[in-house]
């Protein structure tokens, strides 16, 4: 079994920690992080500075919030890559950039490590249920190599192609789940002001086309006002950024994610970004 690193221990990275530990994987984290203590106890191992950590990995995965996160672990003045040698994979797991994610595979390569991007998609449910979407740029060896590691945290995992591939995939995905968000906070909205019982609305609309995920699982988060995050509203933003960055870099107009980036702007601004993203219903409402 590969010596994993794993760098990022938030609402997805520990469960997906875990489930690497319940399939009996050997996992490094840093010993700073706020949940370090909590999977020691389920057998991973702690390491004072991510250059120890990447000193000692077969494969270091990371799962952090942004481009210059994943960047700085890499590059920065303590950066892993540093110390990173000839024969390992890096795989970044988080949501960035696909420009950044070129960076990368470029960058480690010229040391002979190999790279993947392979956000994911499936949210808290999915990290702690094993069953996480991950859509996966880069070489096919490299993907072989990893995917034991990728059966381990989820199910549908496809490999999209050469590097970046991954990252595009992901900001398609969130372009979809965001404008859907949309359309139920507004469908919610409309039904809710003309007294329209929005638990009978769910039911029969989960029976006809209009059902999608999205329906099913935020339509009852907000029936039941349960915005506790698993995917923060202010992350998503950011992704759907992501997308508009990557459509004006292509010459592609992307005039329904323009709308819904601008509402999850005013989510934020109003002091909601650390709530779900379902919490987009919030705005209409008032």
């Known amino acids: 079994m590969k010596n994993i690193g794993f760098i990022g221990l938030g609402i997805m990275g520990k469960p997906m920690v875990l489930n690497l530990l319940k399939a009996g994987f050997s996992v490094s984290v840093l010993e700073k992080s706020a949940a370090a203590k909590e999977v020691e106890l389920f057998g991973a191992k702690l390491c004072a500075s991510p250059r120890l950590l990447a000193e000692s990995a077969d494969i270091i995965i990371t799962m952090l919030p942004d481009s210059p996160e994943v960047e700085s672990v890499l590059f920065g003045d303590e950066g892993i890559s540093g110390t990173m040698k000839e024969g390992q994979v890096f795989i970044d797991m988080s949501t960035i950039s696909p420009l950044m994610a070129h960076k990368i595979h470029t960058e480690l390569a010229k040391k002979g490590v190999d790279a993947l991007d392979a956000p994911v998609s499936g949210g808290q449910v999915g990290a702690e249920a094993a069953t996480l979407s991950i859509m996966v740029g880069g070489s096919s060896e490299a993907f072989n190599q990893a995917l034991p590691i990728f059966q381990a945290m989820g199910k549908n995992i496809v490999h999209i192609g050469e590097a970046g591939a991954g990252q595009i995939t992901k900001a398609c995905n969130q372009m979809i789940v965001g404008m859907t968000i949309q359309a139920v906070s507004e469908a919610f909205t409309l039904a809710n002001q003309a007294g329209v019982d929005l638990e009978k609305m769910r039911e029969v609309l989960l029976g006809g086309f209009a059902q999608s995920r999205i329906l099913d699982l935020h339509g009852q988060r907000i029936i039941d006002r349960n915005f506790k995050p698993g995917f923060k509203i202010k ?44 919490s987009l219903v919030l705005l209409l409402e008032k």
Do not use: F, P, R, Y
């Open 235 to 278: 992350l998503h933003n950011k992704d759907m950024n992501i997308a508009l960055e990557t459509g004006k870099a292509l010459n592609v107009d992307l005039l329904g994610t323009a709308q819904v980036a601008q509402q999850m702007k005013k989510a934020v601004e109003a002091g909601n970004g650390e709530l779900d993203h379902s």
